[in-house]
């Protein structure tokens, strides 16, 4: 901006010295001195703050907006867990109709279709659980310690 060389400060302080004479140099030096050191501290400030908030820009731009990601993320979620519930719902269905389309067992040789069977006489007789016959467990006996 300024290009003041040593010879153009030089007639500037013999001007000084000259216009204020050498009681009043000193502290028009002095004064003039410390508004020069007020102007670039104001500079200085101004400028780190501008880069403070240019970096705080950059940062922001290069995190990027979580919240915006997240959305997205739930949303791909979403169609995921929709087409898998298609597709099971599918699967379903098929399995439905084809066990619907298979026949039903053929009766046993020597009985005759017409008769109810003992499943048939267990459910007339009142479903009592202390009449109905009793499985194997699979799981292995309870042991009382």
């Not at 302080?13 to 001195?33: I, N």
């Not at 898998?84 to 399995?95: F, H, K, M, P």
Request: net charge negative; glycine share 6%; proline share 10%.
């Amino acid at each position: 901006m300024f290009d003041l060389g040593f010879s153009e400060l030089l007639v500037v302080a013999v001007v000084a010295l000259v216009v204020l004479g050498p009681e009043r140099l000193p502290r028009a030096a002095r004064f003039t001195g410390l508004w020069v050191r007020k102007a670039r501290a104001q500079w200085y400030s101004v400028k780190s703050e501008f880069e403070r908030e240019m970096a705080a820009e950059d940062l922001k731009r290069s995190i990027g907006d979580p919240a915006r990601d997240l959305r997205g993320d739930i949303e791909d979620i979403r169609k995921e867990l929709d087409e898998t519930s298609a597709q099971a719902g599918s699967a379903l269905r098929e399995a439905e109709a084809t066990a619907r389309d298979e026949a039903p067992p053929a009766p046993a040789p020597g009985t005759d279709p017409g008769q109810p069977s003992q499943a048939d006489d267990q459910a007339q007789a009142g479903n009592d659980p202390d009449d109905a016959p009793t499985q194997p467990s699979l799981l292995p006996p309870r042991r009382d310690d």
